[in-house]
């Protein structure tokens, strides 16, 4: 084998060797988004009053955290990974055996791009995600707050100024969505069906809210052969 082809076999393997450190970076990058949306949700908390059962924010608002976070993670991601890699012998050998001999980073320069390419798009993402976090809903018992903007504040709702619910199930990038529209007297909306998880155990109560409230039910945008697991929600009037 010559050498121009053997230099170009041992690329090839170096290459499929690294992509072995996609797997548990991509875990990582979830548990850290994971983590980053339970704690605003829990910063959306303390700013809603005492007795709220349902906080969140609307789908484009969440979209507009999501995505940010899902992004910052990425070189945190492989950060973590690297770093573990390296406090095993057998594993840093098997990733790094040829990275000084063909010119490849090394450990520490790797490292020391990711953090910093690490740091710059965190402090970019960061305003992105706070801003997009302040705006939120807050449901209790006895009233709604819901804030469109982050510029706008919380406005206070009682649940009879609730005038429709309209539903959704689609299918789009491969997956169903389902949606669950509060729609207000003034013509606010929002969906609540973001975090589907924490609406679906707030369900009664909102139920329970919505009782002896005058608004109309519209179910018609549902697809027959809507697959999210939470579908009977969006199917029948509360």
Known sequence: MSKSKRQA?????????????????????????IAAGWLIQQLQSLRCPSGTFLVGSGGVASICQIIPIYIASIGFGFLIVNWLSQLMPPV????DRDALRHGVPGYQKAQQGLLRFSVIISAIALPMIVAASLSQYCML????????WPWTGLKHYAWHDVT?????CHFSKGKWNG?????????SNFDIMAWPGASVRAYPEIVSALKNVNFS?????????CEVWYVDLLTRRP
């Open 9 to 33: 076999f041992v690329r090839r393997t170096k290459s499929a060797r690294n992509l072995l450190l996609i797997v548990p970076a991509f875990a990582i990058m979830a548990v850290i988004s």
């Open 92 to 95: 840093r050998e098997f990733f």
């Open 141 to 148: 018992s006895g009233a709604i707050f819901y804030q469109p």
């Open 164 to 168: 429709k619910i309209e539903t959704r």
């Open 179 to 187: 949606s669950f529209f509060l729609i207000m007297n003034d013509g």
């Open 217 to 225: 039910f519209d179910s018609t945008n549902v697809r027959p052969d």
